[in-house]
């Protein structure tokens, strides 16, 4: 079965500074890792996916994620942060045999202060 | 290109009734699935639509139930609604089944709210 678990409930970051919001994964077989954003009352915002290939994964708005496949980690980064990245991120891994079937993370909510 | 559109964005609606939430997914797109998002159980896969034949189902009751037309787009109906079922229902499309490294694209959802 495949699962991801974002241990961070909420995260707090002052603008400028860098943030990490956290996310491991179990799966059997390769990974197909996401990053979704979700701002308040609002649907989810596709940000980035690892799939295979570099560990360090580019996407939209400045993010990018680390794929850390010994420690099974898929930590979600962005180098200086700005108050309207505060919102809702999750962390989802796609079913390994129904790929239109994601498995999301609980979330963690990012405060970014400024 | 238009987005993934959900109707109608909020609902209310009494202990029992049953509701009809719609989903247009982007042009193109063939697969469209279902989620429900709520504080307590977080985001949980209701179920799948492919060619208008649902391809996978999450763990929620008989009372959950969807369809897809020739045109792609999908509802999904509840019946005998319960005070649990207040949530949000995200639609996503894909352009494919089988294609790992397609991401699906959310619509805004609608927020069902059972008094």
């Known amino acids: 079965a495949q699962s991801v678990a974002q241990p961070e409930d909420q995260v707090n970051v002052a603008e400028g500074n860098p943030l990490t919001v956290k996310c491991t994964y179990s799966v059997s077989g390769n990974p197909y890792l996401f990053w979704y954003v979700q701002y308040p009352n609002r649907g989810l915002q596709f940000l980035l996916k690892?799939?295979?290939?570099?560990?360090l994964v580019k996407g939209s708005y400045g993010f990018e994620a680390e794929f850390n496949k010994s420690q099974t980690s898929f930590h979600l980064k962005k180098p200086s942060a700005l108050v309207s990245d505060s919102a809702l991120y999750f962390c989802?891994?796609?079913?390994?045999?129904?790929?239109?079937?994601?498995?999301f993370g609980s979330g963690t909510k990012l405060n970014v202060k400024p | 290109k238009a987005g993934v559109t959900q109707t109608p964005r909020y609902l209310i609606k009494t202990r029992g009734q049953q509701v009809t939430l719609s989903c247009s997914p982007i042009s193109g797109h063939r697969s469209v699935s279902w989620y429900q998002q709520t504080p307590g159980q977080g985001l949980q896969f209701l179920f799948e639509y492919f060619s208008e034949t649902q391809r996978n189902k999450g763990n929620f009751p008989g009372r959950f139930s969807g369809r897809q037309f020739s045109n792609s787009r999908s509802e999904m109906n509840v019946s005998t609604l319960e005070l649990g079922d207040s949530a949000l229902y995200l639609c996503a499309s894909s352009l494919h089944q089988g294609e790992g490294d397609t991401e699906a694209f959310f619509g805004q959802g609608t927020r069902l709210t059972v008094v």
């Open positions: 989802a891994v796609r079913d390994m045999y129904n790929f239109n079937k994601f498995y």
């Open positions: 690892y799939i295979t290939g570099d560990n």
